[in-house]
Every structure is written in C-alpha cells, then in structure tokens.
DNA sequence: CGTGTCGTTGATCCTCGTCAAACGTTGTGG
DNA sequence: CCACAACGTTTGACGAGGATCAACGACACG
C-alpha cells in the first residue's frame, strides 16, 4: 500500500520521547539506512493477527488501532498507538506469530524496522534495551488494569472511563470535543459491548448533561462527574 | 516470612529454561552474591499494589498468585507464577509502583534480586535482555488474549477455559485432578465471575460428566468438551 | 436514485449478580 | 474436648443489566 522512503520528515528515529532516544546517531543512521515508510489510507490494514511480522512500526503520523479478532469475528480494541508509538515488536520478540492486528484509523505513516535489526540494537544498547523493556511493562500494566475493569466494572463505567481515556490520549479541540472520530462500533468494541449499549448509554450520559453529540463528535460537559462514574480509574 | 539465605538449592539461577539462562558465569555469582532468598508461607504477601518493589523474584518453589484489587477489594486473579518464573519485575522497569499485588498459594520459596542490578544485567548482557523482554512480551500477549476473552466470552465458556489452562499449568494427578487447590471464590476471581456462578457452573459441568468433584480436588473427566465449550481457546 | 454503511429506538429474553439462608469445615482458645 | 467463631460451600429466589433481534431513518457514494 502507497508510497515509500526518502520522503522528508520521517523523523520518529530522532524525537526525544521515544523509545529511540539513547541510540547513538551511528544506531540511528542504521534504521535510517534499513527503515521502510509507508503512508497508510484510512482503513488500511498494517498486519494481522496470525502472521509473522518481521519487524515493528513506528508510529509517525496519524492514529493506528490494535486489535484482536474474537469470536464471530468481533473486534476488541486493546489500545490505540500514536506518533511515537512503536508496534507490533511483540511478537519478533516473544517469537510467537502476531496476536493481534492493527489497521490505521486516519491516513497514517509507519516506517518498518526489519526485527533483526531491531534484536541487534537490544543486543548492542543497553539502553535501548531498557526503553523498549519499559515500554512493554509499560503496556502490560495497561493491559493487566483493563482486565481488571472489564471484569469488575459495568458497561456504563466503562463507557464513562472510555471517554475519559480517550479525552487524555487525544485531547480536545477548541469546542471541547474529543479529537478522534469513532464509530459507535468501535466505541462498543472497545468497551467490550454491543453497539446499542454504547448508543443508549451515550444518549444517557447526553441526557445527564456530561456530553454533547454531534454525529462521531462527541463534546466533553462534565469530565469530572463521568470520571466519578467511571469508578476511580485504573 | 521466614528463613535465609545459604540453604543449598536455591537453584533458579542455574535453570536452563529460565530467563537467567544466557547469563555469564560471573553474572551467576552476583546474582548469588547479592540475592535474597525466603521462605513464604501459605497466604503469605509478597508483595502488595501500589508499594515499590525495589528489585524482582524468582520462584524457586511452590505457586504465586498475582493479582489486582478492583472495586470493593474484589480481587481480580492475573496469572500464577511457578518455579522459574519471575515476577515483580514490572515496576522496577517501568517506573512505576506496583500494579498488582503477589501471596503464595502454598508454602514457597522466592529470591529476591536487587533492581539495580536487574538493571545492570539488563544492559550488560544483550541475551539476557532479549530474555526478560520475551518474558515481558508472551505476558504481554496473554494479557490481550484475556482482554478478548473477557469481554466477549460467557463465564460458561470462560470457566471452561480456566479449568484447561489449569491443566496445562499445572497438569493432573494419577487421578486426573488439578494438581492446584483453588477455593470457589479464588476460580472466580480469574473467572471474573461471582462466587456462586461459578459453583453452579461446576455442579453443571459434573452434571454432565465433564468434571467431577470432591472438595477442591477438580477431576477432569472430558476436556475435549471442555475445549468445545470454551469456544477454541487463545 | 438505489445501495451500503451507520445510527437510533423499541421489544424481548436470558445470563448473571445479588441477597439470604443453611450447612460443613477448620481453627482457636478457654 | 467442647464451644464458638470464621470461613468456605451450596442452593434458592429475585431482579437488573445488557445482549439480541428487528425495523427504520439518516447520510454518503457511485
């Protein structure tokens, strides 16, 4: 799909807050000389579960959801990886094949670093090492809290902390509203719930004065009463 | 908590399917050197969420649950950790406090290894960095697994799943029975169930011959049909 | 102007959580 | 050794939350 290299301003490798920072600008003219960037359409599928990805992704623009299929071929999104972000280093890691899939939400663009390159800078830096480490620990602990939450917590918790995390993961716009377009679907399929239930529930949270809807946009009225629904947050 | 070092078979170390297995023999010796080990009775704490566990543990013996406190102090089971694994390694390396909590099932054993020198292995010794993360990444995809499973299978087909996963874990006895003791309200805090959902479930699976029960000794009769019940398994 | 996708609403059903009560088991201390 | 407490197990009854099914409106797109 689409495009490729010597494109300007692919520069993920060089930001700061990424799990790149302590390469050593040789490590980072190696990925450079080995990355592969491509744009990405919306809907576009970057991989999927069940394959073998011989590299990660780096997130360099644009919004990327990862997701695993279930039964009767239900989504459930696990998490949304942004710029910055890098993914699908799981399972080059853990030798496993891919347990998941990821599809951008937006036009985005990923650059793809081959896996044995990846394994040879983890061999060879430390640091690097100790940054990719803690981005997975990172995500582990997420991913053990989310488990926590669907189990205990009801769907209208969840929804309300949904709207929370999403609301500090994309921020507003000028008009309060979330900066990310979702349709209702994945909205459930992240909650882990029927679309109608997240229908019902948005219209009640509507009514209750916490949102306004305009179509997928959805304002934020009342952060702090859908954070008190949400039960805490974890 | 109980006794101390220099017993003569804290081996985890010298294991060779664990994480410490591409360590230098040097590396070994201060791990040996530096490394705690103690006695946990049953019931007893390892650690507790939100503390700062200053380094991690190796199971040397016996069985460790993990688990987090949701709403109400309900307690959400995570995973159960076995001789060889590690746990706690989670916070040191991402920075933050404990996420979850760990209590020994049974009488165990578990050394203790300082963080920083978790750390400093982590960056002298590129194989054993790749180890920890593979560690880190196959829970990562568990994690996810569970996620799924959660939030789209009935507690029928969920318990169904606990009870084979069990057997892989910890396999059976000459009589075909879980080599674990659980109590009903410990399976469904992995379930993500009540107490009493999951006691009616098992009267139901040994209605229908695919476990048998005495106590907490659970006979697997059938787990073909268990298999089935639980909707393949991920 | 049809076709497809998405959003919304209503009606219905069932899984599952909650409450309550009774009984068995274990452990502790007098 | 008994008494009592504390805990775990089991069963029943009840109700609510939420899944499912069906139908329809809104909207975009070719």
């Known amino acids: ?35 592969n960037c491509n744009t990405y359409k919306k809907g576009a599928e970057i991989y999927h579960e069940g394959s073998r990805t011989n590299g990660m992704y780096c997130i360099n ?13 239900r989504e459930q999104i696990i998490y949304f990886a942004r710029p910055g972000d890098i993914i699908g280093y799981r399972s080059i890691l853990s030798g496993d094949l891919a347990c998941s899939s990821a599809k951008a939400l937006q036009e985005s663009v990923l ?36 488990i926590t939450d669907i189990a205990q917590k009801t769907v209208r918790e969840r929804l309300a902390e949904v709207l929370i995390k999403l609301r500090e993961n994309f ?13 209702r679907e994945e909205l459930a399929n992240i909650v882990g719930t029927a679309t109608e239930s997240v229908i019902r529930l948005l219209s009640e949270f509507k009514q209750d004065h916490l949102i306004d809807l305009k179509g997928r946009k959805i304002r934020i009225l009342d952060s702090k009463k859908l954070e008190k629904i949400s039960n805490a947050f974890g």
């Open 1 to 35: 799909m689409s495009e490729n290299n010597t494109a300007p301003n692919h520069d993920c490798i060089d930001r700061n807050d990424t799990v790149f920072k302590h390469l050593t600008p040789e490590q980072k003219e190696r990925i450079n000389a080995e990355k």
């Open 61 to 73: 623009a644009g919004v990327v959801k990862i997701y695993k299929t279930g039964i009767d071929g």
């Open 171 to 183: 921020g507003l716009n000028e008009n309060n509203e979330l900066q990310v377009s979702l349709t």
């Open 111 to 146: 650059c793809f670093v081959p896996g044995d390159l990846l394994i040879d800078l983890i061999r060879n830096n430390g640091d690097f090492a100790l940054d990719v480490l803690q981005q997975s620990c990172k995500e582990l602990g997420e991913a053990n809290s989310y």
